[in-house]
């Protein structure tokens, strides 16, 4: 209930620092950040991405020293996507199922330095592994086949599982991934490794420096717009946000971030599950591409969208601007 004017001024609590840090309504703090990082072969790389000024690959060793970096900032998750080097890669995508891949490496050298001091979330979908670029397997005219991906989703969860993951992110939108990840996973004696899906995922613009990150961008032709959203559509996400909640999802992610905080607004009040937004390399880019046009400064753009986020109803946020972001809040 708000008052007339002169009983009601909007203005009075905003008037002071400490008035308003009294009335804030969010907060974000390190503990809402997941740092997504690319990993590539050799020891002692560090291979910066070119369209992601301030982002690299790193070889294992150095994988291993940013999760000790995300403890020190109090980041509680990393998310891994590897860069595999072309010739593992096939138009079936194997080298996702070999126990001792580039994944693999890194996600048992993370969990032996760090133990629970940092949770580990890896992607599921074959893009980083096939020859052709798309999450799943072709027929022969190119379309991604549904069933026979998941066969291949489950195998690959199951592998990374048995490395040490805690968290499986299936980011490739077949239909009934979560259920058959889940049972594996029951069957398998990980009933405590969560799925995180990327639920509502869309068929986005904004992915292309992430191509170029894991080395896909190049070889993927067409478009994934048989599996991925129409941007058009948001009842479409909420079936979809259902589904794998139903199919056994611990939480859920809605990728890309900015442009979908309807998405996430609808999933939070219709659901209350844990709501993550992908803010993706295409929006990290942006960022960085204002400050360096002299646009915008890049903490404080960057700092207003994260409370979007948690505004929206976001349990966290996966952003390559994380240890950036906890630095800026750990001051
Ligand atoms: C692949 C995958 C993509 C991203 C995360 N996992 C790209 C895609 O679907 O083509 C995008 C992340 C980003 O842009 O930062 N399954």
């Known amino acids: 209930m708000t008052g007339k004017y002169p009983n009601t001024r909007m203005r009075r609590t905003r008037a002071t620092t400490w008035s308003r840090a009294l009335h804030r309504e ?21 291979d910066p991405v070119a369209s992601l000024p301030g982002v690299s690959r790193w070889s294992v060793d150095g994988i291993v020293a940013r999760a000790k970096e995300a403890v020190d900032l109090g980041i509680p998750v990393i998310a891994l996507f590897p860069n595999t080097p072309p010739e593992k890669r096939s138009d079936k995508g ?8 580039l994944m693999c490496r890194a996600i048992k050298a993370i969990k032996d330095a760090c133990g629970e001091e940092i949770g580990v979330l890896t992607d599921v979908a074959l ?6 670029g798309q999450d799943g397997l072709l027929n022969d ?28 992110a299936p980011s490739d939108m077949m239909d009934g991934r979560i259920h058959a990840i889940r049972m594996a996973l029951e069957m398998g004696r990980h009933p405590n490794v969560q ?11 904004f992915y292309g420096p992430f191509r170029d990150a894991v080395g896909s961008g190049d070889l993927l032709k067409g478009d994934k717009k048989t599996y991925q959203m129409d941007p058009a559509n948001s009842d479409e996400a909420l079936r ?3 589904l794998d909640i139903a199919e056994g999802a611990d939480s859920v992610m809605v990728k890309p971030g900015l442009a979908y905080l309807d998405i996430i607004y609808r999933v939070k009040q219709q659901f209350g599950v844990p709501v993550f937004a992908y803010q993706v ?11 360096a046009a002299g646009i915008g400064d890049r903490n404080a753009l960057l700092m207003e969208k994260l409370i979007a986020f948690k505004r929206a109803g976001c349990s966290g946020v996966l952003t390559y601007h994380a240890p950036v972001a906890a630095r800026l809040l750990n001051g």
């Open 195 to 205: 799925i995180m899906s990327y639920a509502a995922k869309y068929a986005s613009a």
């Open 240 to 242: 979809e946000v259902e």
């Open 26 to 46: 969010n907060l974000l703090t390190p503990t809402d950040l997941i740092w997504p990082l690319f990993v590539t072969e050799g020891s002692g790389v560090e």
């Open 141 to 168: 005219a190119g379309y991604v086949l549904n069933d026979d991906t998941v066969a291949a989703l489950v195998d690959q969860a199951i592998n990374q599982a048995e490395a040490g993951a805690d968290i499986i």
């Open 127 to 132: 893009d980083p592994y096939t020859s052709h």
């Open 281 to 291: 390399s295409g929006e990290y880019a942006m960022i960085e591409a204002a400050e």
């Open 94 to 101: 194997e080298e996702a199922h070999n126990p001792d891949n």
